[in-house]
């Protein structure tokens, strides 16, 4: 408990120092009055026994001092002295310290940034109760003999049932589907897109979740004869409904189908997406046939293991329930034969972590940079003051004393721009979080008192580096040498000189690594950009249109009509030169695939199976996209309802499955049951851009079997203003119909390639900044070295060298560090890329264009950087520079 | 008997201490106690009292408390903490040890 007396009398101390003086007194003065009672009963008159007591007392004022110095607050009043002289002398040069302040903001903003988002997507623990024992769950799929390895498999509705109802380690176990739903109209606003997910009743309790309104899903609710019910996000409820509580219990319609709100989840929670907004039960909403599919892949499986159970026991359980179901069907080769699981946390950001901690290293980079700029900044400033401070130390200075004094400093200096950098970061967290929504767990990044107390430490970190660098650097033995030197004058501070040199070789250093990382990632992306999709980009709009089951039943004839009309008055509106419907366009995702076989090839044989990306399209669509058709031709006319028995391989398709054979013809017997002959062999399309193509069956449209897909749209030229006339068009057939993603091709692949134009945009700002800190610094430097040879220039002049030389000689040693750093730049750069390979999309990390892109902008700014001091050095005139001795 | 003897070099602490030991009571009442304790041989300089009760109190071995006096004065009572009780013993067993030590020698035939 000592130390808490300790602390109370410190803070005591401090805050009533006053109070302490006034006791202090009253406590002296007590005891003069007992030394003059006692000398008046030992027989002396009041007078003599006061001049005794005080006789005997000493002097009371230093009597005073020495007790206070006793007193704990004497060390902060020492340190708030030193501040004191910190903040002075930086105010006597204020545009250094404006200068000191607004890098170090810099630096320390973009670190804290960084550090917040990093904490707050990557580091804290979910918002769910227990978080560590939740696991998402998959299928460890096999399809093809020979034909690869699929872990972290979406996992089948039937297989989730047996897994469910019959494991013995997971406490409860629930199942998700992402999906879109229509809201209809309502209240005098527009019908709108939602991202639904529907879950199975138990996913809240599993997550350990409660609505922040009404109820969660029962088990009665998860059926397929319940009355529809829906949990609605925050937001949604916010936004639509304008927060009203009595929307509970009221419906609304999705799809067209009716849905009771039950309850409103709390603001923070964002599962399975950042961006879902409405929870349905899953055994509602998919029909039972779907549910019970074992080798349907299509669902995501969350469970909560038992206490004490760990993850390695509770898969294996799961696997030897899969491995049953296998081995009960094994003439189905898709259904997976074991289960495989990672922690929730890491399935739901993943993908973003690698890319952070980039990021995250990269600010680190750029404070590192930030530092050794404030740090050289000092040491030109005492090197400036050494006469100074030389005569300080003649007079008996301390070293201990200049040693804080410039600890203290660079603390300032350091902590008004951490002040600084700690709005900047501020405004950049709430810039962060309003324009890319789309980051998982983007709701978690806040800035608390975690993000404070680093914030402070890396002030302190950054305050010690810089001041001891500086300090460290003002070697007292050589005191009395400055005061020799500087009635000379001529060449001093050439050790100063060096280690500016070596901290800016460092400095330069950094910034190679940064250029490296900034020029292989826009690389990355440019190539990735130019990706040939495999069909026209320009000029084409697309839109998503999901028809209701409930009034557009499949199979059947009304998703038929309803495409059939709207293409028809879409390609007849002026502007528009041509327009066609499918299931997902290039660049939109994988969405699904169908199980086929060959029927003119021998069988395969058991367990054995071939799979490929299925879409459904109308015959017009190859025309609009401009995929070529490259044997055969589209769909006939005929092509409609039970009708419909034609299908259109892509190029990789024919390569793979009918390698040197005319697929013109052929039989696909489609998931065991319905026969497709080849009628035409198209141009490979990406399904997403920066995959490889990979095979594609093309089915027709006009089937009745879809009713969803996305309109494309062409035209001439700005094919944006098309958007309402087609929109117009849609709600003129259907009133409820929302449209969704209205984007043109190029906007929706520029969409998806956000994350990489990203990351090479913020990578390539804190390069282009520490480039400018390291030039600046190397401006510096020679521009502190001319003015210390001005003298020594002087006279080489006087004496006849060329101006030529001088200026040769200058600009040699300003880049002479510059080189170094970029020497020592790029061989930490071949180590560093190497962490970015999984970052790069056809761009080696070793890429020897990207190295001599910075080693030539690199040498290109130090030579700009030096060259005006270089230039100001060799244009000296030596009569006026002689003269000023 | 000469004149009173100055402390030897830092016992003044411990002798706080010890004089404290026994029950609270101000600057004033230690200086005699350690005066009369000692025959009158140690005389406490007020100069050095006060600074080294202050850096006691500091250092969380005593504890001051303002309290009326029978004179109804209010007086700065000092007290013994359990942390002082502890480094007086410490203090004691230390002295105990050199002066042990240092007779050894003085006396030493």
């Not at chain 1, 996000?233 to 409904?241: G, I, N, Q």
């Not at chain 1, 709207?566 to 939109?588: E, K, M, N």
């Not at chain 1, 998806?752 to 510096?780: E, H, M, P, R, Y």
């Not at chain 2, 067993?93 to 035939?109: K, T, Y």
């Amino acid at each position: 408990m000592r130390w808490l007396d300790q602390l109370w009398m410190q803070v005591r101390m401090l805050l009533w120092r006053g109070n302490a003086d006034a006791e202090l007194d009253e406590e002296l003065r007590f005891h003069i009055e007992q030394q003059i009672a006692e000398n008046r009963a030992a027989g002396m008159d009041a007078e003599e026994a006061r001049y005794a007591a005080l006789r005997a007392f000493g002097n009371p004022a230093s009597l005073r001092d020495t007790t206070r110095a006793t007193w704990n607050w004497a060390r902060l009043e020492q340190f708030a002295h030193d501040l004191r002289i910190g903040a002075r002398t930086l105010t006597r040069t204020p545009g250094f310290a404006v200068i000191a302040i607004l890098i170090t903001a810099l630096g320390i903003g973009a670190c804290v940034t960084l550090f917040t988002v990093v904490r707050g997507v990557l580091l804290k623990p979910l918002p769910f109760k227990d978080p560590d024992r939740l696991l998402m769950l998959y299928e460890h799929s096999t399809p093809t003999a020979g034909g690869g390895d699929f872990p972290y498999s979406v996992v089948a509705g039937g297989v989730y049932d047996a897994w469910n109802k019959e494991n013995t380690t997971f406490s409860s176990m629930a199942l998700i589907g992402g999906n879109q739903v229509g809201l209809s109209a309502s209240g005098g606003q527009l019908p709108e897109r939602l991202n639904s997910a529907n879950v199975s009743w138990n996913l809240f309790p599993t997550l350990g979740v409660n609505p922040a309104l009404g109820r969660g899903f029962t088990s009665a609710d998860d059926s397929p004869t319940a009355n529809g019910t829906a949990v609605l996000s925050w937001s949604l409820w916010k936004r639509r409904f304008g927060g009203d509580p009595s929307i509970l219990n009221r419906t609304i319609y999705l799809d067209a189908k009716p849905y009771a709100v039950i309850g409103i989840m709390p603001a923070w929670f964002a599962f399975p997406f950042s961006n879902t907004q409405v929870w349905t039960p899953v055994y509602h909403e998919v029909p039972e046939s779907i549910m019970s599919h074992l080798d349907f892949h299509r669902f995501r499986v969350v469970g909560r293991l038992k206490p004490g159970v760990t993850a390695a026991k509770a898969v294996a359980n799961l696997s030897t329930i899969s491995s049953r179901l296998h081995n009960s069907q094994l003439n189905n080769p898709f259904i997976s034969a074991a289960a495989i699981s990672r922690p929730l946390l890491e399935h739901m950001v993943g993908e973003v972590k690698r890319p952070l901690y980039v990021m995250l290293a990269a600010t680190a980079c750029l404070l590192l940079i930030a530092c050794l700029n404030v740090a050289n900044l000092l040491v030109a400033r005492s090197a400036a003051r050494r006469k100074e401070l030389a005569i300080r130390t003649a007079l008996g200075g301390g070293r201990m004393r200049l040693l804080r004094e410039h600890l203290m400093e660079s603390l300032v200096l350091q902590a008004a721009g951490g002040g600084a950098g700690l709005l900047l970061a501020y405004v950049a967290i709430n810039w962060l979080v309003h324009t890319r929504n789309d980051i998982a767990r983007v709701n978690a990044i806040h800035m608390d008192g975690v993000v404070a107390a680093f914030t402070v430490g890396v002030i302190v970190l950054c305050a010690l580096f810089s001041g001891l660098i500086s300090a460290l650097n003002t070697d007292d033995k050589q005191m009395l040498r400055t005061l020799h030197e500087s009635s000379r004058g001529n060449s001093a501070g050439g050790t100063r000189a060096r280690l500016r040199k070596m901290l800016l070789a460092v400095e330069v250093g950094l910034t190679v690594m940064l250029l490296m990382g900034a020029s292989l990632l826009v690389k990355s992306y440019q190539r990735l950009r130019s990706t040939d999709m495999g069909c026209i980009t320009d000029n084409v709009l697309t839109m998503r249109i999901n028809l209701p089951t409930s009034l557009y039943k499949t199979p059947g004839p009304a998703p038929m009509n309803f495409f059939d009309t709207l293409l028809q008055r879409v390609r007849a509106l002026p502007a528009v030169q041509a327009a066609g419907f499918v299931t997902t366009a290039p660049g939109q995702g994988y969405m699904g695939d169908m199980g086929f076989t060959i029927k003119e090839h021998p069988p395969q044989r058991e367990g054995e199976g071939t799979v490929a990306i299925n879409r459904s399209a109308d015959p017009g669509y190859f025309a609009v996209m401009g995929i070529p058709i490259l044997r055969g031709h589209t769909f006939d006319d005929n092509q409609r309802l039970d009708h419909a028995n034609e299908t259109i391989i892509s190029e990789s398709f024919a390569r793979k499955f009918f390698p040197g054979e005319d697929p013109i013809g052929k039989h696909l017997l489609v998931m065991g049951d319905k026969l497709y002959v080849i009628v035409g062999v198209v141009g490979d399309t990406r399904y997403v851009i920066g995959e490889a193509p990979k095979p594609i069956d093309y089915f027709p449209l006009y089937a009745g079997d879809v009713n969803r897909g996305t309109l494309v749209v062409r035209s001439n030229h700005n094919v944006e203003q098309l958007a309402v006339p087609v929109q117009r068009v849609i709600q003129s057939m259907d009133r409820d119909l929302p449209v969704a993603d209205v984007l043109t091709m190029d906007q929706l692949l520029g969409k998806s390639t956000l994350d990489q134009s990203f990351n090479a945009a913020l990578i390539s700002a804190f390069a282009v900044l520490s480039l400018l800190l390291a030039a600046a610094g190397l401006f510096g430097v020679l521009s502190y070295m001319l003015a210390q040879r001005a003298g020594e220039i002087g006279i080489r002049i006087a004496l006849g060298a060329q101006r030529e030389q001088v200026l040769r000689l200058m600009l040699a040693d300003g880049l002479r560090p510059a080189v170094m750093g970029l020497l020592l730049g790029l061989a930490a750069s071949a180590a560093t890329t190497q962490f970015i390979k999984a970052m790069l999309y056809e761009t080696q990390p070793l890429d020897p264009e990207a190295f001599a892109v910075v080693a030539i902008l690199l040498i290109a700014s130090s030579a700009l950087a030096c060259i005006v001091p270089a230039w100001r050095a060799s244009r000296l005139e030596p009569m006026r520079v002689l003269r000023m001795e | 008997m000469g004149k009173p003897s100055d402390l030897v070099q830092g016992t003044l602490d411990s002798l706080i201490l010890k004089t404290l030991s026994l029950n609270p009571m101000h600057g004033w009442a230690i200086a005699k106690r350690i005066q009369q304790l000692s025959s009158e041989v140690l005389q406490v300089q007020q100069g050095s009292l006060y600074p080294a009760l202050h850096r006691l109190e500091q250092q969380g071995w005593i504890r001051g408390k303002w309290t009326e006096s029978e004179s109804g004065r209010k007086v700065k009572f000092y007290s013994l903490t359990a942390a002082g009780r502890k480094q007086l013993e410490a203090e004691r067993a230390n002295w105990n040890r050199l002066s042990a030590a240092i007779n050894l020698i003085m006396n030493e035939a």
